[in-house]
Every structure is written in C-alpha cells, then in structure tokens.
C-alpha cells in the first residue's frame, strides 16, 4: 500500500467518524473533484478549447464542492448563486490582470527539467494561466459563501422573528470573522507551498525586483490576490442572497 493510499483511507475514515454522511459527501466530492481536474487536463492537451473547458467545468466544480459538501438545500442553494456570480467577476478581472502581467508560460527555474523537450506544445500558455488562476479561487469562494450562508440560516431558524436589515448587520459580523479566516488560509497555505522557492531565490541572492518579476512569484501573488478579492466579495453578496431569499419566503406565507 503507497502512502498516498494509506493517507486517502485515514481520511476517508475520519471524515465518517467527525462528519457522518455529510463526511462522506464531502469525501466523494473530493474524489469527483480531482477526476474533474484530472479531466480538464486531458481536455486541454486533446485540442480542446480552452474558453470552452473552463466555461462548462466552473460550475460543475462548484456544484461539486458546495451541494456535496452541504446537507442544506437552501444554503447550497444560496451558496452555489452567490459563488457562481463571484467567480464570473472574479474571471473578468483576471482576464484583464494576466494580460498586463504577461506572466504566462515557463520561467527560468524550470529550464535544468526541460533541457531536451519543446516548450512550445501547441497551446496558449496566457489562457492556461487564466484558467489555473479562476480554478485557484473556486475553492476559497465556495468555502466563504458556504460558511456566511450557514451562518445567516442558523440564525434564521434561532431567530425567526429576525428582520432583514437585523439579518444583514448580523452578516457583517459573521463576514469580518469568515474574513480573516479565509484570508490566513490562502496566505499561509501560499507561504507554506512556496517556502523552498522563497529560499532558492535567498541563496541564490535574487534582489527584490528580481522577485517581484519573476514569474512563478508573478502568478502565485496573482492567485492569491484573486482569491482573497474574491473572498471580499461573497461576504456581502452571499448576505444580501439571504436577505432577499427571506423576504420572498416570508411573501410567499
């Protein structure tokens, strides 16, 4: 048995144990999620467009992550709305950021592993960085929109005399925490994949401006601006999905 297996039944197993089948959804949507990557790889080195790929495969991810991973229909509802208009602006602006970053395609530090090979495949390097970039922010956009859904229907249901400006104050609150949370998330989680690169760039004396410009410290910077913008925008939009969503309930009664 490789560690990687050993590694996915330990986890299988203490999703069940913690998560019971809400854990078990949320495992399955894993499992779905990484064949979907898996697919819009072999998609892409097939020929297929790339526009076409990420277009078709944004909400197929996020109806993954969210309504397998939530046992509520009303906040996976909520959720996927309000996740799905984020990542629509969210890929309009990084259309415009990658192409005056111009930071597409291989940097140097890659150059020892593909002596010998083309780096020419026959694909647009540009279009693959947008694509690498929306997918990036998929996961923190979800979780977001997702955790202020929640939060707003459990007061909901504490509180049902609730009004919808209480309601909305309340989202503020919830939104500073889910916040600083998702922000130390993706910060750390950048630090902690980037820290060998970080110390190459020391030991090998790069400047600062060398940093700043080079490309994989380009693109993993973007990402996590993305996210982190992204992020800032689901906490209210997710809040006002609620509020009208309750308005409409309560008309409806």
Known sequence: MSTLLALVIVLAILMTVVG?????????????????????????????SIPIV?????????????????HDYTVAKNSFLAAFIVCLLVGLLILGCQW????AGLG????????GLSQMPGISYPLIAVTVAI????????????????????????NPLITPLELEKSGTSIGKDVLGTAMNTILFGMFGSFLSLFLWYFRLGYSFGEVVNEKLFVNEALIIMYSLIG???????????????????????
């Open 20 to 48: 019971g089948e809400t854990g078990i959804r949320s495992f399955f949507s894993v499992l779905i999620n990484t064949f979907l990557l898996i697919l819009v790889a072999m998609l892409i080195s097939w020929g297929v």
């Open 54 to 70: 990420t277009v078709i495969f944004i909400p197929l991810k996020l109806a993954t992550i969210i309504y397998l991973g939530t």
């Open 100 to 103: 005056l970053a111009q930071a």
């Open 108 to 115: 140097p530090e890659a150059g020892e592993v593909l002596v």
């Open 135 to 158: 997918f990036s922010t998929l996961g923190a956009v979800a979780e977001a929109a997702v955790a202020m859904s929640s939060g707003l229907l459990e007061l909901k249901k504490h």
């Open 231 to 253: 992020v800032l925008l689901t906490v209210p939009l997710a809040t006002v999905l609620i509020s009208r969503s309750m308005i409409k309930n309560e008309a409806k009664k």
